[in-house]
């Protein structure tokens, strides 16, 4: 029963986000705000809600910080193997080659973050607290709100974003403004509904398979709670915006880190960077090694391949794949 309870918390998240980034996207036209600014900060919030929510629930409800932890940063890799996975389906020239390289601005920042959260949780015990909460986390705060100050500043900077919306024209004419807003939340709230439970979900599995709580909250929680980022970012390949399905992944990645800050909150005993096993610091290194890879692809932008694979794919799903197994090793 358990599997089955898992099961229709997926599916509902996989539903409810495929809805929400419609009308986020309606948003984005009845606004007037731009699909631009709305893929690099509202899509990649949205399709990271699951992870709020599943967070916030594990460590003030359930008080599973590792749970917590491990679909935060477990998210961050299995974004960027969705990238991979995307890039292995399409034909042609390797996804890299055909988003912008503005992006490695928005890799950048997540590579930084990304450090910074491994050494916090290989230091932890080093690190000054203010109240419950570790220094890291106003930090990664600080960091967040930057780089989307910078990344919104070089976007306007330059002619066209990641999404042309003169191009693009409106879509969604026949929908009321007000209907927009008022589905995009009754999506949203039956996602934070969903999500709310995963944590227990993933207690109880890794208590009946002996998993552990690392492991679990590393692979299947943040498997579940990235359904969103694999439906926007395919369904923008589908349209021929890469732009839009890079950013979206990238800056996912980039609130993720925002989420760990606000977990560390809501987690009143203590830093919850302290809290967790130090074999979550494998997933973050691991996280920033597959962007680091995406960053020199964006940088060199090959068009080769080798059979269906491009070379940042493989190197990505290696990365993922022998993370996986040291997780499953320090279980």
């Known amino acids: ?56 629930s594990a460590v003030a409800i359930y008080n599973l910080p590792n749970i917590a932890a491990g679909d935060v940063l477990g998210s961050c890799m299995f974004n960027l193997l969705i990238l991979a996975m995307l890039d292995i389906k399409r034909n042609g020239s390797p996804i890299s080659a055909l988003a912008h390289q503005g992006h490695v601005l928005t890799a950048a920042f997540g590579i930084l973050m990304l450090g910074l959260v491994a050494a916090s949780i290989l230091v932890s015990d080093l690190i000054p607290v203010i109240g419950w909460v570790g220094l890291y986390s106003p930090l990664f705060l600080l960091i967040y709100v930057a780089a989307m100050r ?29 209907s ?29 398979t002996g998993l552990g709580r690392t492991f679990v909250g590393s692979i299947f929680i943040a498997l579940a709670t990235s359904l969103p980022e694999i439906v926007v970012s395919s369904a923008a390949l589908k349209m021929g915006a890469v732009d839009l399905a890079v950013g979206n992944i990238l800056g996912s990645n980039l609130f993720n880190i925002a989420i760990l800050a606000i977990d560390d909150v809501a987690f009143r005993q203590g830093p919850i960077l302290a809290s967790i096993a130090p074999s979550h610091a494998i997933t973050a290194l691991a996280a920033m090694t597959m962007t680091a890879i995406m960053t020199i692809a964006l940088t060199y932008r090959s068009q080769r391949r080798v059979l269906l694979f491009s070379w940042e794919s493989l190197g990505v799903a290696l990365v993922y794949l022998l993370a996986s197994v040291a997780l499953y090793a320090r279980r």
Do not use: N
């Open 1 to 56: 029963m358990i599997w089955v309870q898992f099961a229709i918390c997926t599916a509902i998240i996989l539903y409810c986000g495929t809805r929400l980034s419609l009308y986020g996207d309606v948003i984005a036209e009845k606004s007037g705000l731009g699909r631009t600014w709305i893929g690099v900060i509202l899509m990649a919030s949205v399709t990271s809600l699951p992870e709020l929510v599943t967070g916030i």
């Open 150 to 178: 910078i990344v919104f500043r070089f976007e306007r900077a330059r002619a066209a974003g990641f999404v042309s919306d003169a191009v693009e024209g409106l879509q969604y004419g026949h929908l009321p403004k007000r």
């Open 180 to 208: 927009g807003y008022a589905w995009f939340a009754a999506h949203a709230i039956v996602i934070v509904a969903a999500a709310t439970y995963l944590p227990h979900l993933g207690d109880e599995i890794a208590t009946i």
